[in-house]
């Protein structure tokens, strides 16, 4: 499933394909056309990736073929065994966790999960955590904290679930638990949005002493749509409200939101969901390096001193 | 008590606002359709005397109600919003700050500072919902962590009177990391046992719901106050069926297990100081009768403070 | 309402109290009978107290008119503010408490609270705590850990619920997390049993530094009519079982359960409530006293050593 | 390996009990019906190869198939339960204790020693349900006590298997308080960063299920094992109406969010061993295959320990 402005790419590779079939079959010499097409192509390629609309991004970031954090953990991490449960209420498999191995080193890993079609998205609510999810996060964060093993979160979801039982169960007070928690963790922290951070719900499971971001990932406040909801009383503004709201992975850089921007293949992770994960394992190996020269303590001043510089405002001179 | 002297440290560049008090007239209570006469009204703290229906309440006004009085001293102020994204909407961010600045006559939707209750030394920090639906951007952050440093610093107690409607969409993720930094800035609170004690107002709601507001040591509200992390709207556009009757309000939460109590405005001058002193092992400090007051006070809900056994 | 038991001694006072009114209204002097007649009751309240079966303590223990746990809060504490919820489910009525004062030292104190009415015992499920009542006396815990103020718990309960609710919501879980949150406390802890000491729902709240009695309360692992429904397959041998399973104060003191059996006035703590308050009062004051003496890990230590002791059995010479 | 081998500390005075090998004979699985040669029945663990159900397991069978081969050292058996209230129902304490005695060859419902497992140190305390139901009383709750300490001093990681009716009536509230002196014992181990595993069987129930089963770094449970606080008579009569299809059965509970995972018994050996290789960042250990595991073992459930990436 090819997103709206990724057709024209596709398009030309079903046309190079059904040529390639021709030559073949007709047994006319086609080589250099083709040749000239898969130049076409990648120009192509690269003329639409490397301008990319914020409201674009939006929608790779959302893309359903886009890899999730179980097929990151399955590829990055060796000896997953996933844990359940928050120990008060109940099983949330809009987050997934447990014990691995980053090339050996173990480490506690957690994902916002999205389904990877329908029923496992119904399965999964969207990837949206109710207050148990968030609960279970908390469980497997004090785990780490507990045995010393870094915490390397995976973020991925449109924002806590909105509804009824939700809030009855205290969504507010469950993200602002697991905010706390993890400032106090005495283990290394790296925390990866690889598709949607959406709000709370994301920020939830995303207080690291690295913040990396996917480069077509987003993260913000609000959707756009909600944002275009409220300001234009228009869902259907959401491609303004994308532009205004400076959500990309490039744009956060620049407010120091994100310590580092993750590359993505050419047509994005979905496109070569290995290439996107060797890059993240890379990344965090580098930065898990960095992090373990600091005692328990330090980790905590680091994490917190990261998160002190972060707004923008000036100062009154009286 | 004057008002000059509650905001003696408001920088001179700044005017002041209204002033917040009720026109000398006889208003109609939104809830019991009473009429109340409004000097009786704000003697009250804005409670109708008949039904006990809680007005909003400006921030002066608030700390008035809280604190001793003439000892509050405001720290805040000093920083001021910018427009990091260059956010333009039906209208530029910039405009919208003019707009509430010239509305409230602040610099942000917090103003915090040091005064003592009961003769206890507290750090305040009050939300105004007047400022842009008391939304949480860049200076919100940076004004309730240096309370919250300054609290620790200085060895006080610290409360925090929440009154919002989210995260501010102007300043992005900015202002979403600003749950982050304040939860943070708690930390060093907690390493040195003091207090922090959070007043869910009406409404609190949003980021500031999902964030600080959410983790005082002690966190109580006033009467159905509207609190939750998602708003009403879009919670009907999820689930499409109608929310049950008293969802999200303070009575809803208490009974959920998410409120240590819900109390009446009337009594935060006494329980607050109480629970700060008891918090902290210092004597029981005897809290003045607030002079505003006009009615006598009901009895508190689920405990008492009256001396016994 | 009199216990069976008790119906000598109440029908007794009451012929005594007709003679004093016909005393007075006939004029005819019956002083010397009436002095006679109440040194007959004292002796007759004596013999029966100082004679109580095992049984007559349970039904003693679960006398209607006994103080409950507010009871003792209200006349032992001053400034109790008490504290609502569990921040995870719900507020559990069956289990109180808040700060406090005991002769000015700021405490937290935590009870297990029966109704005094039929309407407040449905309110609070008859003292028995669901999940979010122990989860709600682990935050009270926590409070007093943070803020090192001593604990004070005030044990009264049939048992934890035995319901399905209760169960879906783990029950079990709870009062082991409970027990551990204990364990762990580096404050002073104290701890009283006031009325029914039961099971696993008490023990939730019972680990302490001390563990206090009161005369006619009782603490078993069962309750007299389930260990009857087990054993004898007939819940009324409860009164066989209670004989067996010694399960009074003074059986428990043998066994090092409890560190001090509380005096009830003559006739128990129904009779004078404000005298077994005052005499719990001076226990707790004295206990405080002793503990506040040792420091964090030193209580930590203590507590531990105590419930070290505990069980009977004997070595194997091999 | 012999059994011999198996309890060689065994104290010399106690007699082996049955020899806990099932007769060589056809059986029929209490859940499918299905015909099973029991020679088969004991390689695939008790696991019924049709339908996976899984009877009940003798606790010398179930060391066998967890530890390295050889390397079980038991610790436990030194201490005898007395009668400290004289506890007579239908008849004598005594007399029940000596017949559990008899029919298990031990002195208590818990069985602990030292072993290796993928050539990691463990403790392990495994309960039989056949002395007196794997009630626990003074001798249960030392010898899991001295189990921790034991674990904390010698440095290993600590696992439970669980199987018990709860507390043992006839040692009253004696019995209950072991239900806090285990806990106090674990902090020992917390504190030295030494994992403790519980695996839950069937039934594990009342004061073991509220206390030291519960609290385990890691809670994993048998498929269909009857787990909780009350028992589901006393339930049924409080309250008076059927119990939900699967209530207090392992998978119940995990997804009511107790349970870490329900994990098939063949499969317990490998799980583990690389779950206390990860909680103690010890390089991944090769797991030798079980000897007596007939067929190929199934897929894990809800996570794969296979290399990969
Ligand atoms: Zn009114
Ligand atoms: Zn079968």
Known sequence: ????????????????????????????????????????????????????????????????????????????????????????????????????????????????????????????????????????????????????????????????????AAEERGQAWLIAQSIQKMTRLRVPVICTVIGEGGSGGALAVAVGNRVLILENAVYSTISPESCAAIIWRDAKEAEKAAEAMKLTARDLEKFNIVDQVITEPKGGAHNDPEAAMQNLKTALLEHLAQLEGLDESALIRDRAARFRKLGVFEEISA | MTLERFFRRRPPQQKEGTSDDLPDLWGKCPKCNAQVYNKELEQNLRVCPTCGYHHRMPVKKRLEGLVDAGTFEQTSGKIRATDPLEFVDTEPYTARLERSRKKTGREGAVVAGRATMGGLKVMLCVMDFEFNGGSMGSVEGEEITRSMELAASEHRALILVAASGGARMQEGALSLMQMAKTTFALEELASLRLPYITVLTDPTTGGVAASFAAIGDVVIAEPDALIGFAGQRVIQQTVRQNLPEGFQRSEFYEKKGFIDAVIDRREHREHLTQLIAMLTNQPRPEVTALVIQADPPKPPRGGLFGRRG
């Open chain 1, 1 to 164: 499933m090819a997103l709206e402005f990724e057709k024209p790419i596709t398009d030309l590779e079903t046309r190079i394909a059904e040529l390639k079939t021709y030559g073949v079959t007709s047994a006319v010499d086609m080589t250099e056309e083709i040749a000239l097409l898969e130049k076409r192509l990648e120009r192509l390629r690269l003329e639409t990736f490397s301008t990319l609309t914020r409201w674009q991004r939006v929608q790779l970031a959302r893309a359903a073929g886009r890899p999730t954090a179980l097929d990151y953990i399955a590829n990055i991490f060796t000896d997953y065994q996933e844990l359940h449960g928050d120990r008060a209420y109940g099983e949330d498999a809009a987050i997934v966790g447990g014990l691995a191995r980053l090339e050996g080193r173990a480490v506690i890993v957690i994902g916002q999960q999205k389904g990877r079609d329908t029923k496992e998205n119904i399965a999964r609510n969207f990837g949206m955590a109710h207050p148990e999810g968030f609960r279970k996060a908390m469980r497997l964060m004090d785990m780490a904290d507990k045995f010393g093993l870094p915490l390397i979160t995976l973020v991925d979801t449109p924002g806590a679930y909105p509804g009824i």
